[in-house]
């Protein structure tokens, strides 16, 4: 085996992979555009009510949080990155498609987990984050780490070469 990285067999982010990793988040869903200012002159009317009849009015009825989609396409690059660290692997090349697709599960899991985390940070009295509160964003950290485990790569090292 080579150690200079080969071309990376990482699936494309797309609205699928989107969906895959929000899907592990609660009522978690893509914001349509950016929201635009709250800030209103004299002359604009705030409509305070929910038009039942408009689709996209209702849904975003049961949105518990909303992302952008810039923001899950960096996560998904940096949990991909993160795993191929965690398993000590350059690419994914050697996979076939059905553990490629476990793999992905554990980044999908792992981009999650940081989304879950950049948003539910605990702050305590004196403005410093509180102490590790086990969350959604651990447990699913914790099932991605132990889905990626077992794609680890070991490199095992003689001690005949030592021993000279």
Request: proline share 3%; aromatic share 8%.
């Amino acid at each position: 085996m080579t150690d200079t990285p080969s071309t990376i067999n990482k699936p494309p982010f797309s609205s699928t992979v989107a969906d895959k990793i929000l899907i592990e988040l609660d009522g978690w869903q893509l914001t349509e555009e950016t929201t635009p200012s709250i800030i209103m002159d004299d002359s604009e009317e705030l409509d305070i009510y929910i038009d039942t009849e408009d689709p996209d009015e209702l849904r975003n009825i049961s949105a518990n949080h909303q992302v952008n989609v810039e923001e899950v396409e960096r996560f998904y690059n940096t949990a991909f990155d993160e795993a191929l660290t965690h398993t000590n692997r350059l690419d994914i090349n050697d996979l076939d498609e059905v553990t490629t697709e476990i793999f992905m599960l554990g980044v999908y899991r792992l981009a999650a987990s940081n989304l879950w985390n950049k948003y539910n940070t605990q702050i305590n009295n004196d403005s410093m984050e509180g102490t590790y509160v086990v969350s959604q964003g651990g447990r699913l950290y914790k099932k991605a780490c132990n889905l990626l485990d077992k794609f680890v790569r070991t490199n095992f090292v003689g001690l005949t070469s030592l021993m000279k």
